[in-house]
C-alpha cells in the first residue's frame, strides 16, 4: 500500500495499546504523572525511529505507521496536528538527506500541502522549512538543480510561505552551478524586495553566484557593501578572483583578509590556487608551510589539500616537490592520479606519465575518467607517441567506458598533425562527432606550416580568434611573402580582431612582475636592459641568428623585425630571471635564443608555456625542439 493512499477509517490498524497510568496500583506512591495522550505516546515511539532511519524503505515503513496511526491520519485537535506536522517535517528530512530519494521526498511536501488545501492540517506560517528542505536537497545533488530552481519558482506561485534567509543561499547555489545568470538575478531581486539581501549567508550566497557566473564586478559591489563579513565572506570572493584568473588581485584580498580573520583550509585552496595561476613557487612554498604550522595533523590527511599542492607544485615547474608530495600522501583520489599524470605531460615526461597510468589501474575504487585520459593524450602528443597515443584513444570507449570529448579530439588532431600525418588528422576530424574548435584548426594548420601545404575552409567563427591570424601570418612571413602578412594584418582590423598581447612573468621575493614586449616598468629596468644586451653578444659568439618570420606583423623591415624580436618579454624576464611563466606559446625565436643563453651562461632556465613546460641546459631543451 502507499504512503500517500488514506485507507477507510474502519480499515485502520488500531495501534497497540500503551498501559494507562491509572492503572498503577493505588498504595504504590509515586510523584504525580501527567497523563499522555495516545497521539504523544507514538510520538514519543516515532521519533526515535525516524532519528535512527538511514535508508528509504524502512523509512516508508515509519511513513505508512505515521499515516495508519489512530488519528494523526486525519487529526483534528491542535496538538495533533502540530504532532503530524513534526512527524512529517522528520520523513521530509530523512527523505531529502544526502538526496536518499529525492521523488519521494518531493510527494511527501506536496502530500503535506493537499493535506493543508483541505482543511485536515494548518499548516504555520513559519513553515518554509519543508520547502528549504527539499530545495536545498536538490541543490546539493548531482544532477537535479535545476529542479532547486523550478521548486523555488513553486514556491513562490504557491504563496502559502515567504522564502526566507535560509531559502536564497540554497536556490543561488543551484542557479551557480547552472550558470543561470537571468535567474540568478531575479533571486537577488527577491531577496531585496523582502530585505534579506544585507543578511550575511544570502550576501555569500550572491557574492558565489556573480563570480561563477563570470561577473566578477558585481560580486565585488556585494562584497564591498557588505557591513558584517565572515570568514566564508573571504574565502568566496578569494576563490571568485582565482577562477577568474585575477590571481593578483587574490592574492591582495588574501592579505587584507588575513587582518581580520586566520585563514582556514578554503583560504589556503585558494591561495595555492592564485600560486599556480602565477607560477609563483616560492608563495606557493610559504602557503605550503603555513598550513602546517596551523593547521597542523589536519593537512597530511586532506586529499583536497594535498591534491591542490601537488597541482600547484607541477605547475610552477617543480616536478620533484610535486612527486615528493604524491609518495607521502596517505590516501589518493582519482584527481591525485589525474594531477600526477598531468604533471608529468606537462613537463614533457611521457614515458613516466604513461607508467604512472599504469599503477593507477592498480589501485583499488580508482578508474580514469575524462581528465585521465586528457592527461595521458597530452603526454603522448608531447613526447610524439604516435601509436601509444592511438591505442589509449581506441581504449577510452572500448575499455572504460569514457566518451571522448572535443578535448580529447583536439589532443589526437594535434599529436597527428605534428607528426606529420596531416590526412589522418583531416580524416579524424571529418569524422568526429563534435564541431572542430579554432584549438583544431590552428593545429592542423601549424601541421601543413611545418610538414607540407594542406588546403582546407576554417568555419567563420573559429577563423574569428586571433591565434589562427597570427600563425597565418607566420606561414606567410616563413616565405617571405610580406605583401600577404600585410593583408593579414589589414584583414584582423577590419574584423576587428587583435592580438592577445604577450606576458611573460617571473618571481622575486614573493612578488610577481610582469613583463609585456618593450616593457620599462620594472624598477631594476636598467639593469635588466644592459642584462639583455650582454647576452644578445654572448649568445651571437655562439651562432645566434634570429628568425625574422617570428617577428610582429606590425614590423615592415628587417631591422624594425629584428627590434622587435629582442624586445619579446620572454627575453626581459630571462634577463631578470631563470624561471619565467608565458601567457602564450613560446615563439621559435625566442626558443632558440633560450637555448644558447644556456649554453653561453652555463646555467638552466625553465620556461612554462601556454601549453607546457620547457627546461633549457647546456644548449638544450627538454621538448627536444618539438613542441
Given at each position: 500500500?502507499?504512503?500517500?493512499?488514506?485507507?477507510?477509517?474502519?480499515?485502520?490498524?488500531?495501534?497497540?495499546?500503551?498501559?494507562?497510568?491509572?492503572?498503577?496500583?493505588?498504595?504504590?506512591?509515586?510523584?504525580?504523572?501527567?497523563?499522555?495522550?495516545?497521539?504523544?505516546?507514538?510520538?514519543?515511539?516515532?521519533?526515535?525511529?525516524?532519528?535512527?532511519?538511514?535508508?528509504?524503505?524502512?523509512?516508508?515503513?515509519?511513513?505508512?505507521?505515521?499515516?495508519?496511526?489512530?488519528?494523526?491520519?486525519?487529526?483534528?485537535?491542535?496538538?495533533?496536528?502540530?504532532?503530524?506536522?513534526?512527524?512529517?517535517?522528520?520523513?521530509?528530512?530523512?527523505?531529502?538527506?544526502?538526496?536518499?530519494?529525492?521523488?519521494?521526498?518531493?510527494?511527501?511536501?506536496?502530500?503535506?500541502?493537499?493535506?493543508?488545501?483541505?482543511?485536515?492540517?494548518?499548516?504555520?506560517?513559519?513553515?518554509?522549512?519543508?520547502?528549504?528542505?527539499?530545495?536545498?536537497?536538490?541543490?546539493?545533488?548531482?544532477?537535479?538543480?535545476?529542479?532547486?530552481?523550478?521548486?523555488?519558482?513553486?514556491?513562490?506561485?504557491?504563496?502559502?510561505?515567504?522564502?526566507?534567509?535560509?531559502?536564497?543561499?540554497?536556490?543561488?547555489?543551484?542557479?551557480?552551478?547552472?550558470?543561470?545568470?537571468?535567474?540568478?538575478?531575479?533571486?537577488?531581486?527577491?531577496?531585496?524586495?523582502?530585505?534579506?539581501?544585507?543578511?550575511?549567508?544570502?550576501?555569500?550566497?550572491?557574492?558565489?553566484?556573480?563570480?561563477?557566473?563570470?561577473?566578477?564586478?558585481?560580486?565585488?559591489?556585494?562584497?564591498?557593501?557588505?557591513?558584517?563579513?565572515?570568514?566564508?565572506?573571504?574565502?568566496?570572493?578569494?576563490?571568485?578572483?582565482?577562477?577568474?584568473?585575477?590571481?593578483?588581485?587574490?592574492?591582495?584580498?588574501?592579505?587584507?583578509?588575513?587582518?581580520?580573520?586566520?585563514?582556514?583550509?578554503?583560504?589556503?585552496?585558494?591561495?595555492?590556487?592564485?600560486?599556480?595561476?602565477?607560477?609563483?613557487?616560492?608563495?606557493?612554498?610559504?602557503?605550503?608551510?603555513?598550513?602546517?604550522?596551523?593547521?597542523?595533523?589536519?593537512?597530511?590527511?586532506?586529499?583536497?589539500?594535498?591534491?591542490?599542492?601537488?597541482?600547484?607544485?607541477?605547475?610552477?615547474?617543480?616536478?620533484?616537490?610535486?612527486?615528493?608530495?604524491?609518495?607521502?600522501?596517505?590516501?589518493?583520489?582519482?584527481?591525485?592520479?589525474?594531477?600526477?599524470?598531468?604533471?608529468?605531460?606537462?613537463?614533457?615526461?611521457?614515458?613516466?606519465?604513461?607508467?604512472?597510468?599504469?599503477?593507477?589501474?592498480?589501485?583499488?575504487?580508482?578508474?580514469?575518467?575524462?581528465?585521465?585520459?586528457?592527461?595521458?593524450?597530452?603526454?603522448?602528443?608531447?613526447?610524439?607517441?604516435?601509436?601509444?597515443?592511438?591505442?589509449?584513444?581506441?581504449?577510452?570507449?572500448?575499455?572504460?567506458?569514457?566518451?571522448?570529448?572535443?578535448?580529447?579530439?583536439?589532443?589526437?588532431?594535434?599529436?597527428?598533425?605534428?607528426?606529420?600525418?596531416?590526412?589522418?588528422a583531416l580524416d579524424l576530424v571529418s569524422t568526429m562527432p563534435c564541431k572542430p574548435d579554432a584549438v583544431i584548426w590552428r593545429s592542423l594548420l601549424d601541421a601543413c606550416w611545418k610538414s607540407k601545404p594542406g588546403v582546407f575552409e576554417m568555419e567563420e567563427e573559429e577563423s574569428s580568434t586571433s591565434g589562427a591570424f597570427v600563425l597565418l601570418s607566420r606561414i606567410y612571413a616563413s616565405a617571405n611573402r610580406w605583401n600577404e602578412?600585410?593583408?593579414?594584418?589589414?584583414?584582423?582590423?577590419?574584423?576587428?580582431?587583435?592580438?592577445?598581447?604577450?606576458?611573460?612573468?617571473?618571481?622575486?621575493?614573493?612578488?610577481?612582475?610582469?613583463?609585456?614586449?618593450?616593457?620599462?616598468?620594472?624598477?631594476?629596468?636598467?639593469?635588466?636592459?644592459?642584462?639583455?644586451?650582454?647576452?644578445?653578444?654572448?649568445?651571437?659568439?655562439?651562432?645566434?641568428?634570429?628568425?625574422?618570420?617570428?617577428?610582429?606583423?606590425?614590423?615592415?623591415?628587417?631591422?624594425?623585425?629584428?627590434?622587435?624580436?629582442?624586445?619579446?618579454?620572454?627575453?626581459?624576464?630571462?634577463?631578470?630571471?631563470?624561471?619565467?611563466?608565458?601567457?602564450?606559446?613560446?615563439?621559435?625565436?625566442?626558443?632558440?635564443?633560450?637555448?644558447?643563453?644556456?649554453?653561453?651562461?652555463?646555467?638552466?632556465?625553465?620556461?612554462?608555456?601556454?601549453?607546457?613546460?620547457?627546461?633549457?641546459?647546456?644548449?638544450?631543451?627538454?621538448?627536444?625542439?618539438?613542441?
Amino acid at each position: 500500500m502507499s504512503a500517500f493512499l488514506v485507507a477507510p477509517a474502519n480499515a485502520l490498524l488500531r495501534p497497540p495499546q500503551f498501559p494507562s497510568c491509572s492503572s498503577a496500583r493505588a498504595d504504590v506512591v509515586a510523584s504525580p504523572v501527567i497523563p499522555q495522550t495516545e497521539e504523544q505516546r507514538w510520538r514519543q515511539l516515532l521519533v526515535p525511529l525516524l532519528a535512527g532511519c538511514r535508508d528509504i524503505p524502512r523509512l516508508k515503513q515509519i511513513h505508512a505507521l505515521v499515516l495508519r496511526s489512530s488519528t494523526t491520519c486525519i487529526p483534528s485537535a491542535a496538538s495533533s496536528a502540530r504532532d503530524f506536522i513534526f512527524l512529517y517535517s522528520r520523513i521530509l528530512h530523512v527523505a531529502a538527506s544526502d538526496a536518499a530519494d529525492l521523488h519521494y521526498a518531493t510527494r511527501v511536501l506536496n502530500h503535506l500541502l493537499l493535506l493543508d488545501d483541505s482543511g485536515a492540517v494548518h499548516l504555520p506560517t513559519a513553515s518554509s522549512f519543508f520547502w528549504n528542505t527539499l530545495i536545498r536537497a536538490h541543490a546539493r545533488s548531482s544532477h537535479h538543480q535545476h529542479a532547486a530552481v523550478d521548486l523555488y519558482r513553486r514556491m513562490l506561485l504557491d504563496g502559502r510561505v515567504p522564502p526566507d534567509k535560509y531559502t536564497f543561499p540554497f536556490v543561488l547555489r543551484a542557479c551557480a552551478y547552472l550558470f543561470a545568470l537571468p535567474e540568478g538575478e531575479q533571486v537577488h531581486g527577491h531577496a531585496v524586495k523582502l530585505g534579506l539581501a544585507p543578511d550575511v549567508y544570502v550576501a555569500n550566497s550572491l557574492v558565489h553566484f556573480y563570480a561563477t557566473c563570470g561577473r566578477l564586478e558585481l560580486a565585488c559591489r556585494i562584497f564591498d557593501g557588505m557591513s558584517n563579513r565572515s570568514l566564508v565572506s573571504w574565502n568566496v570572493i578569494i576563490d571568485g578572483f582565482v577562477a577568474g584568473g585575477r590571481y593578483e588581485d587574490a592574492l591582495d584580498l588574501f592579505r587584507e583578509m588575513q587582518r581580520e580573520f586566520t585563514p582556514d583550509t578554503f583560504s589556503m585552496q585558494s591561495l595555492i590556487g592564485a600560486c599556480e595561476g602565477l607560477g609563483a613557487l616560492s608563495l606557493g612554498m610559504w602557503a605550503h608551510a603555513f598550513m602546517l604550522r596551523r593547521c597542523g595533523g589536519d593537512v597530511p590527511g586532506d586529499v583536497l589539500v594535498n591534491n591542490s599542492l601537488l597541482d600547484m607544485y607541477a605547475k610552477c615547474g617543480s616536478l620533484v616537490l610535486a612527486r615528493q608530495m604524491f609518495d607521502r600522501m596517505p590516501s589518493r583520489d582519482v584527481a591525485s592520479w589525474n594531477a600526477m599524470i598531468l604533471g608529468f605531460a606537462m613537463h614533457g615526461l611521457a614515458k613516466e606519465s604513461i607508467q604512472t597510468f599504469a599503477s593507477m589501474q592498480e589501485e583499488d575504487g580508482v578508474k580514469p575518467n575524462e581528465i585521465t585520459f586528457i592527461g595521458i593524450l597530452s603526454a603522448c602528443n608531447h613526447g610524439g607517441l604516435v601509436s601509444e597515443g592511438r591505442t589509449h584513444f581506441t581504449s577510452m570507449a572500448s575499455v572504460y567506458g569514457v566518451g571522448p570529448r572535443i578535448e580529447h579530439y583536439g589532443c589526437m588532431v594535434d599529436l597527428l598533425a605534428r607528426a606529420g600525418l596531416v590526412d589522418e588528422a583531416l580524416d579524424l576530424v571529418s569524422t568526429m562527432p563534435c564541431k572542430p574548435d579554432a584549438v583544431i584548426w590552428r593545429s592542423l594548420l601549424d601541421a601543413c606550416w611545418k610538414s607540407k601545404p594542406g588546403v582546407f575552409e576554417m568555419e567563420e567563427e573559429e577563423s574569428s580568434t586571433s591565434g589562427a591570424f597570427v600563425l597565418l601570418s607566420r606561414i606567410y612571413a616563413s616565405a617571405n611573402r610580406w605583401n600577404e602578412v600585410g593583408l593579414v594584418r589589414k584583414l584582423m582590423s577590419e574584423q576587428g580582431i587583435r592580438k592577445v598581447p604577450g606576458c611573460s612573468s617571473i618571481e622575486v621575493g614573493g612578488a610577481v612582475h610582469e613583463f609585456l614586449a618593450g616593457d620599462t616598468r620594472h624598477p631594476q629596468s636598467e639593469k635588466i636592459y644592459a642584462m639583455l644586451r650582454v647576452m644578445e653578444e654572448r649568445v651571437g659568439l655562439v651562432g645566434y641568428a634570429a628568425d625574422l618570420s617570428q617577428a610582429p606583423m606590425v614590423a615592415e623591415h628587417d631591422d624594425e623585425r629584428r627590434r622587435s624580436l629582442r624586445l619579446h618579454s620572454e627575453r626581459l624576464a630571462i634577463a631578470a630571471s631563470i624561471r619565467i611563466f608565458k601567457n602564450l606559446r613560446v615563439c621559435r625565436d625566442c626558443h632558440e635564443m633560450t637555448k644558447l643563453v644556456t649554453l653561453a651562461f652555463g646555467v638552466e632556465i625553465i620556461v612554462r608555456d601556454r601549453t607546457r613546460f620547457h627546461h633549457f641546459k647546456d644548449g638544450l631543451c627538454s621538448c627536444a625542439d618539438y613542441w
